[in-house]
């Protein structure tokens, strides 16, 4: 067994180095011998679990283990059609709704059902969300270590869409405790003049956001307070839907700082 405790181990390491470690960094991140960790990462390779670069001698994950993340990510993800879900909010609110997933440093809009009402915000399959003006992007960046939400902030171009627009990291990151606070994001005349939009985030069974779930609308269409907190409610019931679905038990939302 404490081979593939230290198998998974050094799968765990290098899945955290985009740039690859030598075995000296190996070991003394993981405090194996040099000898045992060298018959592990043999195997590993032999399996094409990870691989070795023949110039710097560093080792990097492999095909065999990049093609179990994508495997296990197309399980989960709900975006290669919309999710019933998705489609039933969009029949319920006559509104645009849309999935986002943070994909790398960019919030991508992955699934989208378009509402019986024209919207003057465009969204598309495949559109980046700004990371700092959208709800859909701070619905998922509420939910990383600060940070790291901190760190894509400030390599992000923080443009004012409006004049409600944040366009500091700090106020961002402000914004995100009151998201974390309420369990959904809102945006009014930030990202488009005239649109307000609430979003969600779907949690997976690790308790860590998957995607988040977006009601986009013509702010002056849904001024009325009722109508607001109907159009949120509508997104939160989409959102624990499809987070039962991917087996979040509801009490486990991950605290991103600890």
């Given amino acids: 067994m404490q081979v593939v405790v230290r198998a998974l181990r050094v799968l765990s390491a290098l899945s955290t180095k985009g740039g690859g470690v030598t075995l ?64 039933k909010a969009a029949q319920v609110s006559g509104e645009t709704i849309f999935l986002t997933e943070l994909i790398g440093a960019r919030a991508v809009c992955v699934a989208l ?3 019986r009402h024209p919207l003057r915000l465009f969204v598309r399959i495949g559109q ?42 700090d106020e961002v990151i402000e914004h995100l405790e009151v998201v974390r606070e309420r369990g959904y994001d809102i945006c009014d005349d930030e990202l488009d003049r005239g649109v307000w939009a609430v979003s969600a985030p779907v949690f997976a069974s690790t308790g860590s956001a998957a995607a988040s779930v977006t009601l986009a609308a013509a702010g002056g269409r849904i001024q009325d307070p009722a109508a607001r907190e109907a ?20 009490e486990d939302v991950v605290d991103p700082d600890e």
């Fill in 128 to 169: 980046d969300m700004p990371l700092h003006a959208a709800a859909s992007s701070r619905a998922l960046l509420a939910y990383l270590p600060t940070a790291d939400a901190r760190k894509l902030l400030q390599a992000y171009p923080l443009d004012a869409f409006t004049p409600e627009t944040p366009t500091t990291v």
């Fill in 24 to 87: 000296q960094e190996l070991h003394e991140d993981l405090d194996i011998p040099v000898g045992s960790l060298h018959r592990v990462l043999s195997i590993l390779m032999q399996e094409n679990f990870i691989t070795r670069s023949p110039a710097n001698k560093r080792y990097f994950i492999g095909p065999a283990a990049r093609r179990l993340g994508e495997a296990a990510s197309r399980q989960t993800q709900l975006l290669i059609t919309p999710h019933r879900a998705v489609v």
């Fill in 113 to 115: 059902v378009e509402g």
């Fill in 231 to 250: 159009a949120v409610q509508t997104v939160l019931a989409a959102a624990r839907e499809m987070s039962t679905e991917l087996g979040f038990a509801g």
